[in-house]
């Protein structure tokens, strides 16, 4: 059964009760990362494994992602800034325990392509956000492959 989660802003990133951050080096340029993350919503499955189905919502506002097991996210984006910055937040989920969660995509240029980085921002009970901080090595390890699949997949397009 979804739920409804607190309504969130973009300065939660920073403030909320458990903050999970995991970065990573890719060769594509910002700007075919951020295509990726924030243009190709229906591309997220053939790149994040845990992702079964994605597809914008609202016009585009809003997206709808289903997980392996079940759990979906009817999600709101808060920040579009191309090569940059893509941020949402979850306002629906069947997800159990938590009461917010906002995730935030940062790109910066490096010297071999960009740095990916990926926030994880919730707010859940304290035993919820113990199983959280437990769970951290299998997000990170998760967050880690679904952007080398998504590299891989970038470099095959542009060779293309």
Same mark, same amino acid.
């Given at each position: 059964?979804?739920?409804?989660?607190? &309504?969130?802003?973009?300065?939660?990133?920073?403030?909320? &009760?458990?903050?999970?951050?995991?970065?990573?080096?890719?060769?594509?340029?910002?700007?075919?990362?951020?295509?990726? =993350?924030?243009?190709?919503?229906?591309?997220? &499955?053939?790149?994040?494994?845990?992702? /079964?189905?994605?597809?914008?919502?609202? %016009? !585009?506002?809003?997206?709808?992602?289903? =997980?392996?097991?079940?759990?979906?996210?009817?999600?709101?984006?808060?920040?579009?800034?191309?090569?940059?910055?893509?941020?949402?937040?979850?306002?629906? /989920?069947?997800?159990? %325990? =938590?009461?917010?969660?906002?995730?935030?995509?940062?790109?910066?240029?490096?010297?071999? %392509? /960009?740095?990916?980085?990926?926030?994880?921002?919730?707010?859940? &009970?304290?035993?919820?956000?113990?199983?959280?901080?437990?769970?951290?090595? !299998?997000? %990170?390890?998760?967050?880690?492959?679904?952007?080398?699949?998504?590299?891989?997949?970038?470099?095959?397009?542009?060779?293309?």
């Amino acid at each position: 059964m979804a739920r409804r989660l607190s &309504p969130v802003e973009l300065d939660f990133v920073e403030s909320a &009760p458990l903050r999970l951050v995991f970065s990573a080096e890719v060769k594509a340029s910002p700007g075919a990362v951020y295509r990726a =993350l924030a243009e190709d919503v229906t591309g997220w &499955p053939s790149w994040f494994s845990a992702v /079964t189905s994605a597809a914008p919502t609202d %016009g !585009g506002a809003g997206r709808e992602i289903r =997980l392996r097991g079940g759990t979906f996210f009817a999600e709101k984006i808060m920040a579009t800034e191309p090569d940059e910055r893509f941020a949402y937040r979850v306002d629906e /989920t069947n997800a159990p %325990g =938590l009461r917010a969660l906002l995730e935030e995509w940062r790109l910066t240029p490096s010297a071999t %392509g /960009t740095r990916v980085q990926w926030t994880f921002a919730a707010d859940a &009970p304290a035993l919820m956000r113990i199983v959280l901080r437990l769970g951290r090595a !299998g997000l %990170g390890a998760s967050f880690r492959g679904a952007v080398r699949r998504l590299d891989r997949r970038l470099a095959r397009s542009a060779a293309q």
